[in-house]
């Protein structure tokens, strides 16, 4: 039996590898298919006159172009709040903003003829920055603040004071899958969506909308993503919901696939971050007070931009404890494409603040940052062990990881060794950077803490298992999955993993905010439960004991216990259970217990436990062209304890990696109309293999069962090791010996922080 | 007598495409639509993701990995397709490679996994470096520590080798599109002359986008790939005689060998991707005559020539003429290149090749550099500096060439040449970077030229450091 703890592999891995996995576009097309293409704004922000489509009916293959007025219902797929138009009207927001959709027999038909629509735009000024949004107080997300104490009186009678302003960069989710959604008509108005996505609920409901339908006649599924990593949450609705509008025009299944670009200039990203803050501290780089501003390019719709601010906040402190302070959060609207949740969902962003704050510290006191950082921490002496906002966080895992990070890294030894290379080697520099990091788990939006599942048990013994979570490639469904074999006592091999569908688990959380096995492995626990307390009762009678002496264990029931005389075998016990008319099939249920937030306030208990994890990378740069290599890192993760420690180190390699792209290569660059300019891989760099430390020690922090009562004590690990890439970005701050650096750190920004701020640093 | 259906092995079986199907549909689409092989994945439909990487298996047994979505129908013909679906044994059980890749938790969503099995096939037999042969694949959910760990253990496994046809004429026609295949110089310089505006393809690295991600539908190509006279390749004492459809990888396997090159490989190295390599070429990088075309610095540096050819006749041109402009070289509407020569370095000549881009492996080139030095008592008798991405067009920098001239190579000559290289070159500011950036890097890549010349005991870039 394999139950939860064991390494197993993804459940689908053979069939990625010998190609007979199927992704959305990977279906037999039902005939007649129609495909679909977006007709998109080359202009950033205008009102929309004319839409010209004559010339794209009149194209061979052509069969509709649809645009606002043939909308049945609402032109609305926001997920949260105010209205936000699948198609401009007449107001345009945005350079690659959808304007029109063409339905074609072909795919290269719709694409020519989304060519040959002619918009008649007439601009507007577009906002193109933060600063010129703040300067024109324009927000998707008015500025809230978490304080407390008094910030302003603690920095004033601090020995010393610094005030210092960055930016972090956006990015590209780079699913390799683009964004794919099939939507088929059936009878009495349904519709059938395949769709990419992490949220199926939220698809359904987009689709319900726009079609000015109900959610009963809307059914959705997705059986595996190629990728979502947040960008398939909200922005998968509209895709679908472009799909289902055509479909439902011309009667026939249409399929809508955005080609990388489209798929790079329609769909929000990361969000960029400005930071402005002024802190008091002492000589020992102790900060005793901070007043910060983090300010989010929300771009021109709000999407998910409350929620990415929420946890920025939450964030900006991370591992530290400043008594008094206050952060101010926002998210600023820009004509630039909506920005949305990507993988930790603010709060690397968020992170971002208090390692500035540490590194500018350290350099004015003249100190090693991981020593400001360490003085600071949550639990430190002096320092609290509560968030700003009321939570109690474990000081004694923040001070554990660090210190195994530090020994793993053979730290001290390798501090010497780097700095005599650097005194002997005329132009490379090498250096040493570190991360800490505590990421609350939970949803922010407090209602979304919730999820479903339904298990049927057959009476072969076979079990069937759907939840409302999705995968993405992140292994949940085999997580999910040995929970159940976990509850059964049975093989992997006995359970059938499905598509997520809104016809078996309705009303479901997007697959996100780590959560995804947190919150459906115990709503499949307790469906399995249910059941096998049913089947429990009927071995019960059978053997003629007590139903808490019936054991489930290596495919058997067992009598007593494990391994004794009287068994059943589970299929056995299943036939029983059918010939005695007891259910074998149950949904299950679960809501996160104790979290609460009051907005007013700011302040409460949001997260139902932190994930804790520590790393350390080694640089080297070269001064001369400012091109940089991370040569080592190691981690220590906190993942409770773990569900699947294969799928688990997976997700923290993975997320590392990402996390360094956003840091050091991946840079979205948008001209000055606002037209995004990295629009495919060729001009926008994720990191490629050579990119991963050559020497990459990732090890899940031992004999650290979650305190809270998680589903068999694990913790969730999709997005804290994001955070860990920090590391690589402030072991470039030490290699060049300049402790500010905007991000992405790519070779042009480390030059000229060489050149620039570094002469500075040399001055004072 | 002139084929005119396409035809090519896929996975082993003989495949002839129906009448009148576009010759200029991209292997991936095919595969995917009328193949109902859809294991190859789109991933960005220009040739740097990988998903669709498929294997050309060559009639010695080599195997090429190329991007299927920049690869068109009319390239393939008469040649050998292997993919994903293609790997399983006869009794249908999966690939030791398939296998490996699954147990070693290589996968997470997958839908990069076919492209890099098939990666993975041709890499172990042909060997390499590791990060060589995975620069063409990205995947984004791994971090690829799980593969590059089955990818050091990969065994090559005994497939047959495909039996090819032997090179035959051939038109393929769809409504409004010809696609010729010549055979010899003469039917393609004959059918040049008679279609100037047709596309002249070769490995398609370039044009294969226009189809791919542009999904341009050109009425006439010359595909050039069955021409012998310019897929001759020949090491001579003085230099390297490269016919213009030769493949880069053909060309990096052979300045490997070759003593003066290394320097030129390394760069090669860092060309696009094997997959590109496989296919894309020097004629190419000639012809579309980019500003920032990786190879164009090496041949300035060098002084190489092209050989060019119609049936007027034949001239040679020194690399530096026939690059004229913005996107544009001398190349008459009738004329094609035949080959390029490359002289081979002086021994005693330092000769550098530099580039520098946010990303080590498969990025477009920021600035590119090639730099040859010839000394004579100590001092620079002749240099040959050439930038690519400064300015409209390839070039040498003359007046940093003259800096140089008669000086000792010290710190002091290279920091007069870096001064006088800010009138050389003209950078434009983009998202690879500002003008200002751009000028630094190359100033730069001066001094780190006194650094490889005068510690050659020390690495001289974050490449070249071993942790």
Known sequence: MKGAGAALRHDSALKHTTGEARFADDLAEAAGTLHAALVLSDVAHGTLLSLDTEAARAMPGVVAVLGPRDIPGANDIAAIGQAEPLFADPLVEFAGQPLALVVATTRDAALLGAAAVRAGITPLEPVLSIERALELDQHVVAPQTMARGD?????????????????????????????????????????????????????????????????????????????????????????????????????????????????????????????????????????????????????????????????AITHALNCCDVADVSVTGCAV?????SHTAFRGFGGPQGALLMEDVVHRIAAACRLPPEEVRARNFLGAAGKGEETPYGQKVE?????????????????????????AFNATHPTLRRGLGSMVLAFGISFGVMHLNQAGALVHVYSDGSIRLAHGGTEMGQGLFV??????????????????????????????????????????????????QTIKGRMAEVAARRFGIAVEAVVFADNRVWAEQAGGNRFLEFAELAKLCFLERVSLSSTGFYRTPDIHWDRAT???????????????????????????????????????RSLNPAVDRGQIEGAFV???????????????????????????????????????????????PARSETIFRSKAVGEPPVLLAISVANALKDAIGVPALDLPATPERVLMALRGDGEKIARD | MIATAIGFLLNGRQVSLPPGTSPTTSLLDWLRGPGALPGTKEGCAEGDCGACTVVLE???????????????????????????????????????????????????????????????????????????????????????????????????????????????????????????????????????????QAWLLAGGTDLGLRVSDHRERPAEVICLLGVPELHALRAMPDGIEAGAAVPYARLLALFRQEPGFAPFATLLARLGSRQIRGLGTLGGNLGTASPIGDALPPLLALGASVTLASSRGTRVLAVADFLRGYRVNDLAPDEV????????????????????????????????????????????????????????????????????????????ALEAAASALASDIAPLSDWRGTAAYRLMVAQGLLRRLHLRASRPDLPADVAGYDP
């Not at chain 1, 990881?401 to 730290?411: H, N, Y």
């Not at chain 1, 640089?619 to 993942?639: A, F």
């Open chain 1, 151 to 311: 910030a302003a009186r603690a920095i004033a009678a601090a020995p010393r004071r610094m005030e210092a302003e960055f930016r972090a960069g956006g990015q590209e989710h780079f699913y390799l899958e683009g964004q794919v959604a099939i939507a088929s008509p059936g009878e009495d108005g349904e519709i059938a969506v395949v769709a990419s996505t992490q949220h199926p609920s939220e698809v359904q409901h987009v689709v319900a909308r726009v079609l000015g339908g109900a959610c009963n006649g809307v059914t959705v599924t997705c059986r595996r993503m190629g990728g979502g990593f947040g960008g398939k949450e909200s922005n998968a609705s509209w895709v679908a919901a472009a799909a289902a509008l055509a479909a439902r025009h011309t009667g026939r299944p249409v399929k809508l696939r955005l080609a990388r670009r489209a798929d790079m200039i329609a769909t929000g990203k990361r969000h960029p971050f400005l930071y402005r803050w002024t802190a008091g501290f002492d000589d020992q780089g102790r900060v005793l007070g901070l007043q910060a501003l983090l300010a989010a390019d929300g771009g021109w719709s709000l999407d998910m931009s409350g929620g990415v601010v929420f946890r």
């Open chain 1, 333 to 337: 609207k820009t004509n630039t494409v």
């Open chain 1, 395 to 419: 000081g004694d895992l923040i001070a554990r990881v660090w210190a195994e990070a530090k020994r793993d890294s053979d730290w001290d030894r390798r501090r010497g060794e780097i700095a």
């Open chain 1, 479 to 528: 997580k999910v999955a040995q929970v159940v074999c976990d509850v059964f006592g049975v093989d992997l091999d006995r359970i059938a993993i499905t598509a997520t569908s809104t016809a078996e688990v309705p009303n479901t959380a997007p697959t996100a905010a780590s959560t995804g096995s947190d919150l459906n492995g115990w709503a499949a626990h307790n469906a399995a």
């Open chain 1, 602 to 640: 700011m302040r409460g208990e949001p997260f139902f436990y932190f994930s804790y994890g520590a790393a350390v990378s080694e640089v080297i740069v070269d001064t001369l062209t400012g091109e940089h290599r991370c040569l080592r890192t190691d981690i220590v993760q906190d993942c409770g």
């Open chain 1, 658 to 704: 990402q996390g360094m792209g956003w840091l050091t290569c991946e840079e979205l660059w948008w001209d000055g109309q606002g037209r995004l300019r990295t629009v495919g891989p060729s001009t926008y760099k994720i990191p490629g293999s050579r990119d991963v430390p050559p020497i990459f020690n990732v090890r899940l922090l031992e004999g650290a």
């Open chain 2, 58 to 196: 060559a009639g010695d047994g080599a195997r090429t990995p190329i991007n299927a979505c920049l690869t068109l129908l009319g390239q393939v013909h008469g040649q050998a397709i292997r993919t994903v679906e293609g790997l399983r044994g006869a009794d249908g059980s999966p690939h030791p490679i398939q296998r490996a890749m699954a147990e070693s938790d290589g996968t997470q969503c997958g839908f990069c996994t076919p492209g890099i099995v098939m990666t993975a096939w041709a890499h172990a037999r042909e060997g390499g470096e590791v990060h060589e042969a995975l620069a063409g694949n990205l995947c984004r959910c791994t971090g690829y520590r799980p593969i590059l760990d089955v990818f050091a253990t990969l065994a090559d496994d005994a497939a047959a080798t495909p039996v090819l046809p032997a090179p035959q004429a051939a038109c393929f026609e769809a409504p409004g599109q010809v696609f010729h295949r010549p055979v010899t110089l003469a039917a393609l310089l004959a059918l040049r002359a008679a279609h100037p």
């Open chain 2, 337 to 412: 290149v035949v080959s390029v020569s490359l002289p081979r370095p002086d021994p005693a000549d330092i000769f550098v090749c530099e580039k520098i881009s946010k990303r080590h492996d498969q990025d477009i080139a920021t600035v590119g550099a090639a730099f040859r030095l010839r000394l004579a008592s100590d001092r620079v008798a002749e240099a040959w500096l050439a930038f690519g991405g400064v300015g409209p067009m390839a070039a040498r920098a003359k007046r940093a060439e003259a800096a140089l001239a008669g000086r000792r190579l010290d710190a002091d």
